[in-house]
């Protein structure tokens, strides 16, 4: 068995784990990101990039250069709602350079990161390397076990044990941690009533981008532009995955194409059942995030639902918390337990806030409470329409930065 030493070891290459790795190589820090996976070409994943994060990318001064990979932008969503259409939150109104979403694939944005943070000479990434337990001594965990794979085309089996000693391990390895569960650390599990399936189908050429989201009699699908093709999530039921699958695949086409009439033609690629991928809907959160020596954030933290789509976005603050309150005990040696403690008392009232506005949200789709403008009271629709630029304003904040957007704190070490 192999022996590395860092000052902290990263599980998990996902966006919290590379832009903590990242930001506290570029502080100073001797840091080590692991990973399981050989790449990051995973498809299915958050690929919202909000105005949070993209300012984060120029205080890094990393924007210009960001944004030369092939993206979209949605400077303002629109949802269509039984057949009449409304304008979604308006971004321009935010305090950031950045006055929209940008839609990227999530493999692209990890090698952007993940190449910057190779270019500082502390910084180490391990790819196809999983963590299996945790290393604890005198009730302190001290590092992780590891294994990493050689060579999958000499030789797939074979893999090598790794013990990486650090002074701090920080878990960023998902929303079914390994590291929580052995850490025996206490989760809050938050009830959801749905589900989501997630598939693609091709856009035609030159077709006008429509509404992100679109409502018809209680039912709700989302369209995602990606170039050549939308990537699309239809809401269902939690646990009636297998009723729908029971009643035809020609049923759910026919229920999309109704839906998004621009579907039409292309509901025809789900062909099979195969290329329908359903999304558990989790909410959760650590009651504690850490332990000595360990600390959980993003998805190891605190599951969110996709709706609004910022999980990423809050992920990433977490990192950017976590950098600013520790990068330089870290590199000076002199962490103590109450520093990491720090972390989750700033970044929880974000979570819970952030979870409480999406249960919200999912009581209002489960009560079908999402009615068409034209069946409410007249009353309803003028103060509807009196509100709309503050509904608009409010939308933005909470989507486009979050209840606590963070900014970068720590200064590059020389």
């Given at each position: 068995?192999?022996?590395?030493?860092?000052?902290?070891?990263?599980?998990?290459?996902?966006?919290?784990?590379?832009?903590?790795?990242?930001?506290?190589?570029?502080?100073?820090v001797?840091?080590?990101?692991?990973?399981?996976?050989?790449?990051?070409?995973?498809?299915?994943?958050g690929?919202?990039i909000?105005?949070?994060?993209?300012?984060?990318?120029?205080?890094?001064?990393?924007?210009?250069?960001?944004?030369?990979?092939?993206?979209?932008?949605i400077?303002?969503?629109?949802?269509?709602?039984?057949?009449?259409?409304?304008?979604?939150?308006?971004?321009?109104?935010?305090?950031?350079?950045?006055?929209?979403?940008?839609?990227?694939?999530?493999?692209?944005?990890?090698?952007?990161?993940?190449?910057?943070?190779?270019?500082?000479?502390?910084?180490?990434?391990?790819?196809?390397?999983?963590?299996?337990a945790?290393?604890?001594?005198?009730?302190?965990?001290?590092?992780?076990?590891?294994?990493?794979?050689?060579d999958?085309?000499?030789?797939?089996?074979?893999?090598?044990?790794?013990?990486?000693?650090?002074?701090?391990?920080?878990?960023?390895d998902?929303?079914?941690?390994?590291?929580?569960?052995?850490?025996?650390?206490?989760?809050k599990?938050?009830?959801?009533?749905?589900?989501?399936?997630?598939f693609?189908?091709?856009?035609?050429?030159?077709?006008?981008?429509?509404?992100?989201?679109?409502?018809?009699?209680?039912?709700?699908?989302?369209?995602?532009?990606?170039?050549?093709?939308?990537?699309?999530?239809?809401?269902?039921?939690?646990?009636?995955?297998d009723?729908?699958?029971?009643?035809?695949?020609?049923?759910?086409?026919?229920?999309?194409?109704?839906?998004?009439?621009y579907?039409?033609?292309?509901?025809?690629?789900?062909?099979s059942?195969?290329?329908?991928?359903?999304?558990?809907?989790?909410?959760?959160?650590?009651?504690?995030?850490?332990?000595?020596?360990?600390?959980?954030?993003?998805?190891?933290?605190?599951?969110?639902?996709?709706?609004?789509?910022?999980?990423?976005?809050?992920?990433?603050?977490?990192?950017?918390?976590?950098?600013?309150?520790?990068?330089?005990?870290?590199?000076?040696?002199?962490?103590?337990?109450?520093?990491v403690?720090?972390?989750?008392?700033?970044?929880?009232?974000?979570?819970?806030?952030?979870?409480?506005?999406?249960?919200?949200?999912?009581?209002?789709?489960?009560?079908?409470?999402?009615?068409?403008?034209?069946?409410?009271?007249?009353?309803?629709?003028?103060?509807?329409?009196?509100?709309?630029?503050?509904?608009?304003?409010?939308?933005?904040?909470?989507?486009g930065?979050?209840?606590?957007?963070?900014?970068?704190?720590?200064?590059?070490?020389?």
């Open positions: 068995m192999s022996q590395l030493k860092t000052t902290c070891c990263v599980v998990g290459g996902g966006p919290a784990g590379l832009m903590l790795g990242l930001l506290l190589a570029r502080s100073g001797t840091v080590t990101v692991i990973e399981k996976h050989g790449d990051f070409l995973r498809d299915f994943r690929d919202t909000h105005p949070s994060t993209l300012e984060l990318m120029h205080e890094l001064g990393f924007l210009e250069e960001f944004l030369k990979l092939p993206h979209s932008r400077a303002q969503p629109k949802l269509w709602i039984d057949g009449l259409e409304f304008e979604g939150p308006n971004f321009a109104s935010l305090p950031t350079v950045c006055k929209f979403i940008a839609l990227m694939p999530q493999w692209d944005f990890l090698n952007f990161i993940a190449e910057k943070a190779a270019h500082y000479p502390n910084f180490t990434l391990l790819m196809q390397t999983q963590a299996t945790l290393i604890e001594e005198n009730g302190r965990v001290v590092g992780v076990h590891a294994v990493k794979k050689r999958a085309q000499t030789d797939p089996k074979a893999a090598d044990d790794i013990d990486i000693r650090a002074d701090l391990v920080v878990a960023c998902g929303r079914d941690s390994l590291l929580r569960k052995q850490a025996n650390l206490p989760l599990e938050i009830g959801v009533p749905i589900d989501v399936l997630w693609r189908v091709s856009a035609v050429v030159g077709q006008e981008v429509p509404s992100l989201g679109r409502i018809k009699q209680g039912k709700l699908l989302v369209t995602l532009p990606r170039g050549s093709y939308y990537q699309c999530a239809y809401v269902i039921k939690k646990g009636s995955f009723a729908l699958k029971a009643e035809g695949l020609e049923g759910f086409q026919r229920t999309l194409a109704d839906m998004a009439p579907l039409e033609k292309a509901v025809a690629e789900i062909d059942w195969d290329k329908v991928f359903l999304l558990s809907v989790q909410i959760n959160r650590l009651e504690c995030w850490d332990k000595p020596g360990l600390l959980c954030i993003g998805d190891a933290a605190h599951a969110m639902s996709p709706v609004g789509g910022i999980g990423i976005n809050l992920a990433i603050q977490d990192a950017v918390a976590t950098a600013n309150a520790i990068a330089e005990q870290l590199r000076q040696g002199y962490l103590s337990v109450a520093d403690k720090t972390i989750q008392k700033r970044r929880e009232w974000a979570v819970r806030a952030t979870q409480a506005l999406q249960q919200r949200v999912h009581w209002q789709i489960e009560q079908a409470r999402v009615f068409s403008p034209l069946m409410m009271p007249k009353w309803l629709r003028c103060i509807i329409r009196w509100s709309a630029p503050l509904l608009r304003w409010l939308g933005a904040r909470f989507i930065m979050g209840f606590r957007p963070e900014h970068i704190r720590t200064n590059p070490h020389p």
